[in-house]
């Protein structure tokens, strides 16, 4: 199994920054795409950004510019840099992951969610 725990959520001010972070662990053999949702109040889940292991990244096309999605292979750790944050940034960060686990019948490829993190952004 693997789990993804994401951490840095909070209160952030209009304007400011932002930096989550999603660790997978496990019984990993390899991470392979990796990325972030968002679900705000009573808002269908939407994808924010995503990140191959080569780094190829793909943004959702209204946060182009504000955020910054980055990973770290060796960690099995994804980043998301929030910048110029703005009201409507309020929701529920979600990790996800698609990930090898070796199994007793031999290599397993699946995508795994994390709990989720609240961000609210607020003067």
């Known amino acids: 199994q693997v789990q993804l725990v994401e951490s840095g959520g909070g209160l952030g001010q209009p304007g400011g920054s932002l930096r989550l972070s999603c660790a997978a662990s496990?019984?990993?053999?390899?991470?392979?795409?990796m990325g972030w949702y968002r679900q705000g109040p009573g808002i269908q889940r939407e994808m924010v950004a995503s990140?191959?292991?080569?780094?190829?990244?793909n943004y959702a096309d209204s946060l182009k510019g504000r955020f910054t999605i980055s990973r770290d292979n060796a960690k099995n750790t994804v980043y998301l840099q929030m910048n110029s944050l703005k009201a409507e940034d309020t929701a529920v960060y979600y990790c996800?992951?698609?990930?090898?686990?070796?199994?007793?019948?031999?290599?397993?490829?699946?995508?795994?969610w994390g709990q989720g993190t609240q961000v609210t952004v607020s003067s």
């Open positions: 496990g019984s990993i053999v390899s991470v392979e795409t």
């Open positions: 996800n992951a698609d990930a090898w686990t070796e199994q007793s019948t031999g290599l397993n490829l699946r995508n795994y």
């Open positions: 990140i191959s292991r080569v780094s190829s990244t």
